[in-house]
């Protein structure tokens, strides 16, 4: 089993979603549990600092899928990827690339950073969405943007400087951890010309 093989059984649930569809992929998903489970004891866990945090994606529950790329569960202080949500993602930064062309997406500053930002990503194949995701679902749990002194509960980030500032540590993450583990550069690989993401940090 491969990335392309979850992404094309992935189209296809979403196409005609059931449990036939769901079952083909789920056991695809299965296959996968290991790496992912992997990838988190390896970057996830020193940041959270979980000592029985784990990560692995969610299988179909009566043939549907969650509809988050990816939510933590208290419960089991684990880390629920769900491909389904990880397409939309996908089709949330094609999305983001269209808006760019209108007047709406680029009358607001902060809403047009985090439209082009989005953009960058949708160079991104499937594998690596997958783990933005991930780590952005970690700076929610860390509150990464809300380590800006400026920021109170009367000063809150906006939802799109919010969405914005944790894909960039999202990212940040994701490309460290590609240089450990397969000694690739995905900014260079994937001609992602943005660099703001160096800058972000969580104040300790």
């Not at 949500?85 to 690339?97: H, K, P, V």
């Given at each position: 089993?491969?990335?392309?093989?979850?992404?094309?059984?992935?189209?296809a649930y979403r196409k005609a979603p059931g449990k036939a569809t769901a079952e083909a992929l789920d056991k695809c998903l299965a296959s996968f549990q290991g790496p992912i489970e992997t990838f988190a004891r390896l970057f996830i866990k020193p940041l959270v600092g979980m000592q029985e945090m784990t990560a692995?994606?969610?299988?179909?529950?009566?043939?549907?899928?969650p509809e988050a790329a990816c939510q933590f569960d208290e419960t089991q202080n684990a880390?629920?990827?769900?491909?389904?949500?990880?397409?939309?993602?996908?089709?949330?930064?094609?999305?983001?690339?269209?808006?760019?062309?209108?007047?709406?997406?680029?009358?607001?500053?902060?809403?047009?950073?985090?439209?082009?930002?989005?953009?960058?990503?949708?160079k991104l194949p499937l594998k690596y969405l997958a783990f933005l995701c991930l780590f952005r679902e970690v700076a929610r749990i860390m509150e990464v943007?809300?380590?800006?002194?400026?920021?109170?509960?009367?000063?809150?980030?906006?939802?799109a400087e919010e969405a914005y500032m944790s894909y960039l540590w999202a990212f940040k993450e994701l490309e460290n951890a590609m240089k450990k583990i397969q000694s690739i550069d995905l900014r260079a690989d994937y001609k992602i010309s943005w660099y703001e993401s160096e800058w972000i940090?969580?104040?300790s």
């Amino acid at each position: 089993m491969s990335w392309m093989q979850i992404e094309k059984l992935a189209k296809a649930y979403r196409k005609a979603p059931g449990k036939a569809t769901a079952e083909a992929l789920d056991k695809c998903l299965a296959s996968f549990q290991g790496p992912i489970e992997t990838f988190a004891r390896l970057f996830i866990k020193p940041l959270v600092g979980m000592q029985e945090m784990t990560a692995s994606f969610i299988l179909s529950k009566d043939g549907t899928y969650p509809e988050a790329a990816c939510q933590f569960d208290e419960t089991q202080n684990a880390f629920l990827l769900s491909p389904i949500g990880i397409l939309s993602f996908q089709d949330e930064c094609a999305n983001a690339s269209k808006a760019l062309q209108t007047q709406e997406g680029r009358e607001n500053f902060k809403t047009f950073r985090l439209y082009a930002y989005l953009k960058e990503m949708q160079k991104l194949p499937l594998k690596y969405l997958a783990f933005l995701c991930l780590f952005r679902e970690v700076a929610r749990i860390m509150e990464v943007t809300r380590t800006d002194k400026r920021r109170t509960m009367h000063n809150p980030p906006t939802e799109a400087e919010e969405a914005y500032m944790s894909y960039l540590w999202a990212f940040k993450e994701l490309e460290n951890a590609m240089k450990k583990i397969q000694s690739i550069d995905l900014r260079a690989d994937y001609k992602i010309s943005w660099y703001e993401s160096e800058w972000i940090t969580v104040n300790s």
